[in-house]
């Protein structure tokens, strides 16, 4: 029997819980899965018992409770440090953590006008120039990283931070987005993954359109 599960939503719509799953997927440990129907209040009112934040994903491990995508990274990481979910070298590490906590915390406007839609594919999509500015922004971290380790992953080796921008790849892939030729082939790494395989052909399986978390970031 797992000792942990995680609750998440939609497989098809919900980032966060892609980030999530794919934390754990990378520490290493064995899980069942929640999943919330988002449109279902019975549903919703038990996520308010299994998620303080009443927010997805939220990780429960042998009485442990933790919720917010960063807190669950780093307490995968205390637990299963040979995943090596946060780099060993000092530095690798810190530059880790500050990449990830910029996906936490910015990127609003790619954000909301991207939202994340495996089962979409929108090939003439107008990108604004604010959402733009994040993509930019978001190439320079990736090139930086990879040019800097050497890839295929942002540390060189598989972590945190693959998780927590695995979401943008899959909004660059809906949306048709324009990339350099380093940027596309990372794209490409991630949604090899196995891991990723497994997710996607899941979110292919959900039946319902979700209207209301199309516009989820
Ligand atoms: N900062 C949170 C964000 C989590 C979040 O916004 N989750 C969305 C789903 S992607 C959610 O639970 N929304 C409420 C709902 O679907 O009812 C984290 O890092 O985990």
Known sequence: MNSATLTISSKNYSSWSLRGWLLTKFAGLP?????????D??????????????????????????????????????????AHLLPEDRMKRTHCRSICGEMHS??????SALPVNLKGDFPNFKVWERAQADIDRIAVIWRNCLTSYGGPFLMGERSMADAMYAPVVTRFLTYHVTLDSV??????????????????EAARLEPEEIVELDAEF
């Open 31 to 39: 899980f069942a899965e929640k999943i919330i129907s988002p449109d």
């Open 41 to 82: 209040p019975a549903m919703r009112a038990e996520l308010l018992l299994l998620s303080p934040s009443f927010l997805v994903p939220c990780l429960t491990h042998e009485g442990i409770k933790v919720w917010d995508t960063l807190a669950i990274g780093e307490y995968l990481n205390e637990i299963k440090p040979e």
């Open 106 to 111: 910015g990127f609003f406007a790619l954000r």
């Open 183 to 200: 940027c596309s082939a990372y794209c490409q790494q991630i949604i090899a993954m196995p891991e990723m395989i497994e997710w996607t």
